[in-house]
């Protein structure tokens, strides 16, 4: 799964992206997204078209690009003192921001570019705040099944039916978590060191 | 879950559909996607770019409702005399299949389409094929989860992971549905009737 290096804060390419990442933004909230062009983008931002072609290649790219940044999660999941606790809490939420029309938009910006780097970002993303929340279970004393049970059993199955079918219900979310915190993996496997959770 | 009606097979519009389809299964084997327009398609068909227009209104819907047929299963899923079985081999032919070049292609052409319709027809005839196999189990006397815990447990994960990530291994779908025909779900839930099952 390559993810693309982060660019340095403050250079001149980092502000190239900045200034060409707040034009998308603007012109998706004041023009139809069919209308939403390379050139005007460029106008927007204040580079050459070229700058575009040269540094994102195309524009579905460019937007996959865009929306992955909307999609870096912006904060810790919520610490409600129990790893059940945070996972139904930050499962929820997921569920309710994937589903709502700007998520879905994203979610599909990011896998229509040729490119899957981005869709990659996105389960990188998502996997590391499951590694927060074990962290924290461990810290505590509690089990919590390894992350590769927690995304195919709950973070998949969300995504899959908001794109393949109607968002899951609250409940079905709630039912999910319980299954999985409930599985036999969770006893099975007694809570890794830190340093071993984070390089697997 | 919207979808579309079926066509009246013969009729001048289902003679329509087919030419097209074909047209663009043609186009595609020859010429770039990038490059293939609906013009071309008309051409291609025999038929105005107006009726394209009119009917699938724009080339993203028509590349989404030609994956969708492609995606259509073209088998019942093999017996293979039990149900863990029949699950696993399904499961590993469809993890294959989809996670193949032209797989992941016709994935993300039936995401792309605003319409999510014929991302929710996929998920039908997904939903058919386990149903499929639920009945089998229950001629045979043997338990199977319920259809909906197999779409969680072994279909989303399968295409979470071509989608975000890397390719499910063998292993891994073999661990999935081991995992679900020995979940509680399985002892619990008595075997349906048939007629119960198929209106579910």
Redesign the interface.
């Known amino acids: 799964?390559a993810v693309k290096e982060n660019l340095r804060p403050g250079g001149r390419s980092a502000r190239v992206q900045a200034s060409v990442h707040e034009a998308v933004r603007t012109l998706l909230q004041s023009i139809e997204r069919t209308d939403v062009t390379i050139p005007l983008i460029a106008s927007e931002a204040g580079v050459t078209p070229s700058t575009i072609y040269r540094r994102w290649g195309d524009l579905q790219e460019l937007l996959a690009d865009v929306a992955v940044e909307r999609l870096r999660p912006d904060m810790q999941p919520v610490d409600t003192g129990s790893a059940k606790g945070d996972l139904e809490a930050w499962a929820e939420q997921y569920a309710e921001e994937m589903s709502s029309g700007i998520g879905r938009e994203m979610i599909?910006d990011v896998?229509?570019a040729q490119d899957?780097s981005n869709?990659?970002k996105?389960?990188a993303f998502t996997r590391e705040q499951m590694e927060l929340i074990g962290d924290r279970a461990q810290g505590r004393g509690e089990g919590f099944p390894p992350v590769d049970a927690v995304?195919?059993?709950v973070?998949?199955?969300i995504?899959?039916?908001i794109?393949?079918?109607?968002a899951p219900s609250t409940d079905h979310v709630r039912g999910?978590v319980a299954d999985v915190m409930r599985s036999e993996a969770v006893a099975a496997i007694p809570p890794l060191p830190v340093s071993a959770r984070k390089s697997g």
């Open positions: 799964m599909r896998l229509a899957n869709a990659c996105c389960y995304m195919d059993r973070v998949a199955p995504i899959y039916r794109l393949f079918g109607d999910l």
